[in-house]
Each structure stands twice: as C-alpha cells, then as structure tokens.
C-alpha cells in the first residue's frame, strides 16, 4: 500500500515537471509557476501535438492505478489521487476544448510578450539568469507574432481579435519605453542585446496589430463552449456538483443581498466625507506596510487565523516605470513561486488619480481593501507550498483559490476590520455585488446568452465599473470560462464547509475552533472543497455525485 502512495506521488512529481515547462503562460497571478531555463511558450500544431501525446502517457499511467487498493489507503492519498485526475482533466479541457492557442489573439499577445513582462514582476536587482531570459524573450518575438498570425488564420475569433488590437495600440513606443528603463538595469552586454532585439520585437508587435485591425471582421464568431462541455468542467476539473442554473441562481440572490447591504451602508454614513485618495504611489505603499500589519494583528487577536512569524510578507511597491506601459498583460504583482515562498510577494500600484481603474482606486483609498484579497492569495499561496503533501502544493483550479480570497473578504467585513471606515464596508458589499454578477455573465458567456459587448456593458450599468475594467474582465472571462464565476462560487463552497463543520461539532458537543479550520483550509488552499469536506468532515456525498458523472477520460468533449 505504502509502494502505490509512493508512486503516486512519483506521479504527480513527473507531470507537474513537465507541466510548469510546457504550460501556457497566464495572465492570471495565481496560476504562475517558475519556469525552466531556456522557455518560451510553444503554440505551434507540432508542439500541440506533443502535448496530447504526453497527456494520453500520464492519463494512461494515473489510470492504472488500481481501484480497490486506493480505496484502502488513507483519504488523503485517495484525494491525492484525485487532485492529478483533475489536473490532467484541466490539461485537456485547455488543448482541445477552450483552444485558446489557436482562437484567442489576447492570449497569443500573452503568450508572445507576456514572458516578458512575468521576467520584470519580481523586484530587482536583475540576475544574470534574468538578463538573459529577457534577451531570449524579445529576440523571439517576432518568430512567436508569426506562429500567432498562423493560428488565427486558421480558427480566430472577431471578438477577441478586436480587443487585442485595441490592447497594442502603440505597442512599438511602449515596447521601446520598457525595453529602456529596464535595461537601465542590466549590465552593458545586456542592454546592448536588448537594444538590438528591441526594433525587430516592436515592428513584429505593430504588424500583428495590424493584422488583427484589418482581419478581425473575417474572423469566426465567438467561440461558445456550450452548457455540456461547462457542466463537464465542472464535474471533473473544478469538481464542483451544482449545475450551472443554480450557480446563476445563488448568484442573484447574493447580488440581491449585497446591493442592499451597500445601499444600507451608503445612506447610513451619507454625511462621512470619504478617505482621500493616498498622495502618491510611494505613500500608498508606505500606508500598506502598516495595513498589513494591522490585518495580521486582527486575524490573531480574533482568533481567526494563524500568523506564524515566518509567514512572508505582501507589500505594495509603485509601478515600475518598465512595467506600467505593458499593464495590460496581467495582474500586476508578483506572488512568488514554489520555490520562492519565503520571498516577500509585491503587488505593484499606479499613481493614484481620479479616474483610476475599479480595483486600484480601492487601494488607493484602504489598502486593506486590496489585502484582504490579494493579500489573502499570498498568504494562502504561501502555506499551500509549503504543504506536506506535494500533490498539493499546485494550482488546479481558480475555485478553490478565489473562493478562499473572496470568502476571506466578508469574514474581515463581518468580523469588524472595518469599523473604522464606513465607506470601506460599502467597497466590500460592492466586491460582492461584482463577484455575483461575475457568475451571471459567466455563465451566460459560456451558454450564448451574452455576447462579449453586451457583456461588458451589463458591468459597466451593474456594478458600475469603468470601461476598462470591464473590456478587460469580460474579454478574458469570455476565453477561460468558469473563471469569472469563481470568486462567489469558490465563497459558497468554503462558507458551506465552514457551517458544516461548525454544526457538526455543535450536535456532537465537540469543541470546534474557526482558527484551526481556517488553517487547514487555507493550508489546503489549492484542494477542491468537495474533496477537503471529504478528507476534513468525512463526508463524501460530494464524491459521490460528482463519480455518478462518470470518467473524465471516456466522452470528453471538444471544442
């Protein structure tokens, strides 16, 4: 028994090697892993091809691991097990369902300068292994815009071609801005390569604008998964077993509720003036070091999360003058790595203006706003990595770890972090609001209901939220469906886990502490709820329904 927990784990080592060297990079922060020296992305057919190869390998080698004996061995091997099931599902629902690699010109304009921007997010200094990935990354650009050009041709969708467009406009001057500044910061022989992969990166970068502006109306229609391939992501890679009217139905109730609790909260403090906005990017960081210390003392002193010394730190830095014309290529900060855990994570700000985007006016305002989510994700992240069990120590699915943040934003909210700011608590009842409405327009997206405009303006007259924001969002929601939708979704899973076990003890008579269960939790932080109800509350009707679905492997559906 002990040998096939081992192999298991042996496993699991293999395919997660070999995942973090041939996954496609992510504009998302929290499935970012350290990459193999020498990577690139690949998204040419042959590399594809390759892909599914080793997939099939590693989906025949789980396979074969034998029924009954798992069935012997203790839960936590079995939810091991399960776990690079479900990962292998989201290898293939990635390849041949969402084939974003082919589809999605904002995720090609990821994958061909996204390496880029990923090698500037840790904080300097620049080592020299550093350097010379940024040379390699801009030399290959132009190589990367041309296998792009190609797969679009054959399978782009309109839509997307035409935000990505809007997303390079002056791609060449911005490129040669970052390129700039930071090769201010590498050494002579550096600065010089990227200098001179920097003209060929930019015309590659232009002509691709190019191409999408005068091809995207000849491109196919939006790529719309359906309500069978969703449900069947739900079922084998997020393991979740509600269908998706009820996801959208407890949506709305929960966008009901926090309307009125914001609007409740809005009159009763109508004559408090707001916070002002922080004085600059360098104060709002300096505002956010004592933030975090504050929220690290309530999580103690309320008994509701440990803190161990050891437990790096989330840290606000300005914008880098290398990173900010090249935002829009995702989150802007840096989470670390599994083996960086012990790294301060950073999460970089603009200048605080007016007319700043939805998140970063709420930053800059309460940092605390932002650490209870992002925070959260780092702190999560962080004890994830360091689990005993390696299989858990991966990202399988947004669900899990988003719930976790967002269910972590109303426990500060209820749990009085806010006290002091009345305005604050009306942000948080907005998150909620948009994290609601989040799952409608997923759900919708997946279904046909939305196309991707009308998407963006239901945020846009809901939440509201700015046009940008929203574009954003929506065009990278419209692409990885079960994304948007897993903030509240992911909130629900961990809120009815917590109520059950909190009654569960009451009946039983046992002590029950919420510290200690938010521990496990956010130790087990990238573990689906339905398995750690299993493993933490012995109960497995969860497992249960989602087994009555059948095998991930033997009716997959394609895209």
Same mark, same amino acid.
């Given at each position: 028994?002990?040998?096939?927990?081992?192999?298991?784990d042996?496993?699991?080592?293999?395919?997660w090697?070999? &995942?973090?060297?041939?996954s496609?990079?992510?504009?998302?922060?929290?499935?970012?892993?350290?990459?193999?020296?020498?990577?690139?992305?690949?998204?040419?057919?042959?590399?594809?091809?390759?892909?599914?190869?080793?997939?099939?390998?590693f989906?025949?080698?789980? =396979?074969?691991?034998d029924?009954?004996?798992?069935?012997? #061995?203790?839960?936590?091997?079995?939810?091991? &097990?399960r776990?690079?099931?479900? +990962?292998?599902?989201?290898?293939?629902?990635?390849?041949?369902?969402?084939?974003n690699?082919?589809?999605d010109?904002?995720?090609? /304009?990821?994958?061909?300068?996204?390496?880029?921007?990923?090698?500037?997010? @840790?904080?300097p200094p620049f080592?020299?292994?550093r350097?010379?990935?940024?040379?390699?990354?801009?030399?290959?650009?132009?190589?990367?815009?041309?296998q792009?050009?190609?797969?679009?041709?054959?399978?782009?969708?309109?839509?997307l071609?035409?935000?990505?467009?809007?997303?390079?406009?002056?791609? $060449?001057?911005?490129?040669?801005?970052?390129?700039?500044? *930071?090769?201010?910061? /590498?050494?002579?022989?550096?600065?010089a390569a990227?200098?001179?992969?920097?003209?060929?990166?930019?015309?590659?970068?232009e002509?691709?604008?190019?191409?999408?502006?005068?091809?995207?109306?000849?491109?196919?229609?939006?790529?719309?998964?359906?309500?069978?391939?969703? /449900?069947?992501?739900? %079922?084998h890679?997020?393991?979740?077993?509600?269908?998706?009217?009820?996801?959208?139905?407890?949506?709305?109730?929960?966008?009901?509720?926090?309307?009125?609790?914001?609007?409740?909260?809005?009159?009763?403090? =109508?004559?408090l003036?707001? %916070?002002?906005? *922080?004085?600059? +990017?360098?104060a709002?960081?300096l505002?956010?070091?004592?933030?975090?210390a504050?929220?690290?003392?309530?999580?103690e002193?309320?008994?509701?999360?440990?803190?161990?010394?050891?437990?790096?730190?989330?840290?606000?830095?300005?914008? @880098?003058?290398?990173?900010?014309?090249?935002?829009?290529?995702?989150?802007?900060?840096?989470?670390?790595?599994?083996?960086?855990r012990?790294e301060?994570?950073?999460?970089?700000?603009?200048? @605080?203006?007016?007319?700043?985007?939805?998140?970063?006016?709420?930053?800059a305002?309460?940092?605390?706003?932002?650490?209870? &989510?992002?925070?959260? &994700?780092?702190?999560? !992240?962080?004890?994830?990595?360091?689990?005993?069990r390696?299989?858990?120590?991966?990202?399988?699915?947004?669900?899990?770890?988003?719930?976790?943040a967002?269910?972590?934003?109303e426990?500060? #909210?209820?749990?009085?972090?806010?006290?002091?700011?009345?305005?604050?608590?009306?942000?948080?009842?907005?998150?909620?609001? !948009?994290?609601? #409405? %989040?799952?409608?327009?997923?759900?919708?997206?997946?279904? $046909?209901?939305?196309?991707?405009?009308?998407?963006?303006?239901?945020f846009?007259?809901?939440?509201?939220?700015?046009?940008?924001?929203a574009?954003?969002?929506?065009?990278?929601?419209?692409? /990885?469906?079960?994304?948007a939708?897993?903030?509240?979704v $992911?909130k629900?899973?961990?809120?009815? !886990?917590?109520a059950d076990?909190?009654?569960?003890?009451?009946?039983?008579?046992?002590?029950?502490?919420?510290?200690?269960?938010?521990?496990?939790?956010? %130790?087990? $932080?990238?573990?689906?709820?339905s398995?750690?109800?299993?493993?933490?509350?012995?109960?497995?009707?969860?497992?249960?329904? #989602?087994?009555?679905?059948?095998?991930?492997?033997?009716?997959?559906p394609?895209?």
């Amino acid at each position: 028994m002990t040998s096939l927990a081992t192999d298991l784990d042996l496993l699991g080592a293999e395919f997660w090697r070999w &995942h973090d060297a041939t996954s496609f990079r992510t504009s998302d922060d929290i499935p970012r892993v350290e990459r193999p020296a020498g990577w690139l992305p690949r998204f040419d057919p042959e590399a594809i091809d390759g892909f599914r190869r080793a997939l099939a390998d590693f989906t025949a080698r789980w =396979r074969a691991f034998d029924a009954v004996e798992l069935a012997a #061995l203790p839960v936590e091997v079995q939810v091991d &097990h399960r776990l690079l099931g479900a +990962a292998l599902a989201r290898t293939h629902w990635q390849l041949d369902v969402l084939r974003n690699w082919e589809r999605d010109a904002v995720f090609l /304009t990821s994958q061909v300068l996204g390496p880029w921007f990923d090698l500037l997010l @840790p904080p300097p200094p620049f080592e020299s292994s550093r350097q010379a990935g940024l040379v390699r990354v801009l030399a290959a650009v132009p190589s990367a815009v041309d296998q792009a050009i190609a797969n679009l041709e054959r399978a782009g969708v309109a839509a997307l071609a035409r935000v990505a467009a809007a997303d390079l406009r002056d791609i $060449g001057d911005r490129l040669a801005t970052s390129v700039a500044e *930071a090769a201010a910061l /590498t050494d002579a022989a550096t600065a010089a390569a990227l200098e001179a992969a920097r003209p060929a990166a930019g015309d590659a970068l232009e002509r691709y604008r190019a191409w999408l502006e005068t091809s995207a109306d000849r491109l196919s229609a939006e790529a719309i998964v359906g309500r069978d391939a969703f /449900t069947w992501y739900l %079922r084998h890679v997020a393991l979740i077993t509600a269908e998706p009217d009820e996801l959208v139905r407890a949506a709305m109730g929960d966008h009901r509720r926090s309307v009125v609790a914001e609007l409740a909260t809005r009159t009763r403090y =109508r004559d408090l003036p707001e %916070r002002p906005l *922080a004085a600059s +990017a360098e104060a709002e960081s300096l505002d956010e070091a004592a933030a975090e210390a504050e929220v690290r003392a309530f999580y103690e002193s309320s008994d509701l999360l440990s803190q161990p010394p050891s437990l790096r730190r989330y840290r606000f830095a300005p914008t @880098p003058a290398y990173l900010g014309p090249l935002a829009f290529l995702g989150v802007n900060d840096d989470l670390g790595s599994i083996r960086r855990r012990d790294e301060d994570s950073t999460h970089y700000v603009p200048v @605080p203006a007016a007319d700043l985007p939805y998140f970063d006016a709420a930053n800059a305002r309460d940092a605390r706003l932002g650490i209870i &989510h992002e925070g959260a &994700h780092s702190q999560q !992240l962080t004890l994830s990595w360091a689990n005993p069990r390696p299989m858990r120590r991966h990202f399988i699915d947004s669900i899990a770890n988003e719930g976790i943040a967002h269910y972590n934003e109303e426990l500060m #909210l209820t749990a009085g972090l806010f006290a002091d700011a009345p305005h604050s608590q009306s942000v948080v009842h907005n998150f909620m609001r !948009l994290r609601a #409405l %989040r799952v409608i327009v997923d759900v919708n997206l997946a279904t $046909g209901a939305f196309s991707l405009p009308e998407a963006v303006d239901f945020f846009v007259r809901q939440v509201p939220m700015d046009v940008e924001t929203a574009t954003e969002e929506t065009a990278y929601y419209v692409a /990885t469906p079960g994304l948007a939708m897993s903030y509240l979704v $992911g909130k629900h899973e961990v809120q009815r !886990l917590v109520a059950d076990a909190a009654v569960a003890a009451e009946l039983e008579g046992a002590p029950f502490s919420l510290r200690e269960l938010h521990d496990a939790i956010w %130790r087990n $932080g990238n573990v689906p709820m339905s398995l750690l109800r299993w493993q933490l509350l012995g109960d497995r009707g969860d497992v249960d329904t #989602l087994d009555a679905a059948g095998k991930w492997w033997q009716q997959p559906p394609q895209g």
